[in-house]
């Protein structure tokens, strides 16, 4: 850069610092407030409210390892709170594919997919879970999150109509609002609400999604898809099922036209997908925004995934772990049975559910409290995640704590 334009940037600085009273060695004429102390004011306020209604968030540093160990604040815990449901997230094999593939492709991925990041480590990955989920197709993204965030504005927009059930990931909602669509909602698991909604608006839209998830992430329970999507092929609307909490856990029962998950959890890496027909894998891979103008995923995370891929496939006696433990549990608390490796053990009120997880950490378990908004007002809960990792004893000694603990019967 020459001289002349660099003396010229400074000029145009100073100009603009005589235009900013705020600026240091300026006297300003009145009381002028810094924008800082104005945003700092507005945290502060919405801290204070957060903080009255027991829903501040913080950090607390873990370091998880193998067979469900975490340590928190110094303390060694058995974490009932991960959502590695297969305890692949340190299993040797995964963790060496993800070394191996760190020292043979380097850390990141350098660009985005359609660039130069498009890694063949993430085709193999992607046939894999085409055939795992008998579709034409798969599309790794980012994260689960990107995913949702991708896949609804890339089918539907203005005219349009989205339909979710009303206890969808906060992911869905995300893009079904990003697209543009009208967002009408169904009655939690209720394939006739759903028809209503549909023989009521459908009519008026151009196009019609239905959203909702294999398992529920906050209530552990499976929806109906065998009637959602009956309910869905009469009013010509495409499904889009999230199946973050169902891959390698509970699998059986109809797929979805539209089928979309995430790496993060039974396969213990990092990541999204969406396994659907060829059409729509090659219409997401130029009109998902979230998958087009985003870096691609590590070779690693794909190397991860695609070896507990395997592992998974390999060995249906870990894959049933997760659901006999969590049903180990609600039948020793006399709760309704487990449909899949999430129990929520609801509290009502947030403080309760704090109170509970920090007495069951002071025993040596991580279950974490879940309040609002991640669930609705009122339903605060704990929400216990059950791991192939997990030993039957440490089951029946928390599920004994959880019962001196909220008054519940324990029943060895
Ligand atoms: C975790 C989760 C996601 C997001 O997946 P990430 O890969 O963690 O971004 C999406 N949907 C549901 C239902 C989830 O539980």
Redesign the pocket.
């Known amino acids: 850069m020459g001289r002349g334009r660099s003396s010229g940037a400074q000029l145009a600085l100073s100009a603009m610092a005589a235009d900013r009273p705020h600026l240091p060695g300026r006297r300003a004429r009145g009381p002028i407030t810094h924008p800082m102390d104005s945003l700092d004011a507005f945290a502060r306020t919405k801290l204070d409210a957060l903080e009255a209604g027991s829903l501040r968030r913080r950090l607390t540093p873990t370091e998880r390892g193998a067979e469900a160990a975490a340590v928190r604040r110094g303390r060694a815990l058995v974490s009932f709170s991960c959502?590695d449901y297969l305890g692949l997230s340190h299993h040797p094999r995964v963790i060496a594919a993800a070394r191996d593939a760190v020292a043979a492709y380097g850390a990141g991925a350098g660009g985005s997919r359609l660039v130069t990041g498009d890694h063949p480590v993430l085709g193999a990955l992607e046939n894999l879970l085409a055939r795992h989920k008998g579709t034409e197709g798969a599309l790794v993204f980012g994260?689960?999150?990107?995913?949702?965030l991708g896949i609804t504005p890339a089918l539907a927009g203005r005219g349009d109509l989205v339909v979710l059930d009303e206890l969808s990931?906060s992911?869905?909602w995300a893009g079904a609002r990003l697209s543009g669509a009208k967002i009408l909602t169904f009655r939690h698991n209720e394939p006739g609400d759903l028809a209503m909604t549909l023989a009521e608006h459908r009519p008026h839209h151009a196009r019609a999604l239905v959203l909702t998830?294999r398992v529920?992430?906050m209530d552990g329970d499976r929806a109906p898809l065998g009637d959602i999507l009956g309910v869905a092929d009469q009013f010509d609307a495409w499904t889009l099922v999230?199946d973050?909490?169902g891959i390698g856990v509970v699998e059986d029962g109809p797929r979805a036209p539209l089928e979309m998950g995430?790496?993060?959890?039974a396969l213990g890496s990092?990541?999204?997908y969406l396994c659907a027909s060829r059409p729509v894998i090659d219409l997401m891979t130029s009109r998902a925004r979230s998958f087009v103008y985003t870096t691609g995923l590590p070779p690693a995370s794909a190397a991860a995934a695609l070896e507990a891929l395997a592992i998974l496939e390999a060995e249906p006696a870990r894959r049933a772990r997760p659901l006999a433990l969590a049903r180990r549990f609600t039948a020793r608390l006399g709760l309704p049975e487990a449909e899949s490796a999430v129990v929520p053990v609801l509290v009502g009120d947030a403080q309760t559910a704090l109170d509970i997880y920090g007495a069951l950490e002071a025993e040596g378990f991580l279950v974490v409290a879940i309040r609002p908004p991640t669930v609705p007002a009122g339903s605060a809960r704990l929400r216990v995640a059950f791991s192939a990792a997990h030993a039957e004893a440490q089951v029946d000694a928390l599920a004994d704590a959880v019962a001196a603990l909220t008054g519940r019967g324990s029943r060895p």
């Open positions: 959502n994260s689960g999150y990107l995913a949702n990931h992911c869905m998830e529920f992430s999230d973050a909490h995430t790496l993060s959890k990092y990541g999204g």
